[in-house]
């Protein structure tokens, strides 16, 4: 069981604005740690999307994007298209134990 | 070209041991904390070890602590990871990855490698 919580699917059609929640507790999210998101495509490495909540790098189109608030956090994907579908990551620092990155357990989005 | 390479994967049995390592090209090695990300057989990703740059700082996942080892030589711009004790739990693609970002509690993993699969079966 991951320590972040995230659904396990979503799915939007083409076009559609789709969400997908990240929840936390108050020894990570809640205790003021940032959020990043990872894009993993089949068979391929993840890669980072957006880092700090909200920021995106260079590359990564203004339709992804990130927020945070409380024990909680949030990417959302706008105006989806067919390369979109992937699995996705949260992933925080938590302060229980010395140095340790927690990660979501995955959202696998499926553009209908 | 910017990029990580890892290596070392392959089928050990339970118990065994396996030395993964991890070639950076194209950009400053040594001025970056560096970890290691596995994933298993369809499932999510899971955080395993972080090292500094010059190799003070270093921690692991409670899953592997006291059986894996992580550690780096700059000069040879290559990353570590020891594992022993292996278990068939352990099996999992092996993902290197940069730190980047400017809070270390807030660091994120910025360029990642291709990943080698680690089996461990009888």
Known sequence: ???????????????????ISCTGSSS????????????????????FIISGNSNRPSGVPDRFSGSKSGTSASL???????????????????????GSRVFGGGTKLTVL | ????????????KPG???????????FTFSSYSMNWVRQGPGKGLEWVSSISS????????????GRFTISRDNAK???????????????????????????????????WGRGTLVTVSS
């Open chain 1, 1 to 19: 069981q991951s320590v972040l919580t995230q659904p396990p699917s979503v799915s939007g059609a083409p076009g559609q604005r789709v969400t």
């Open chain 1, 28 to 47: 990570n999210i809640g205790a003021g740690y940032d959020v990043h998101w990872y894009q993993q495509l089949p068979g391929t490495a993840p890669k």
């Open chain 1, 76 to 98: 959302a994907i706008t105006g989806l298209q067919a390369e979109d579908e992937a699995d996705y990551y949260c992933q925080s620092y938590d302060s229980s134990l010395s």
């Open chain 2, 1 to 12: 070209e910017v990029q990580l390479v890892e290596s070392g994967g392959g089928l050990v």
């Open chain 2, 16 to 26: 065994g041991s396996l030395r993964l390592s991890c070639a950076a090209s194209g």
């Open chain 2, 54 to 65: 010059s190799s003070s700082y270093i921690y692991y996942a409670g899953s592997v602590k």
């Open chain 2, 77 to 111: 711009n290559s990353l570590y990871l020891q594992m022993n004790s292996l278990r068939a739990e352990d099996t999992a693609v092996y993902y290197c990855a940069t730190f980047s970002g400017e809070d270390p509690s807030n660091w994120y993993f910025d360029l």
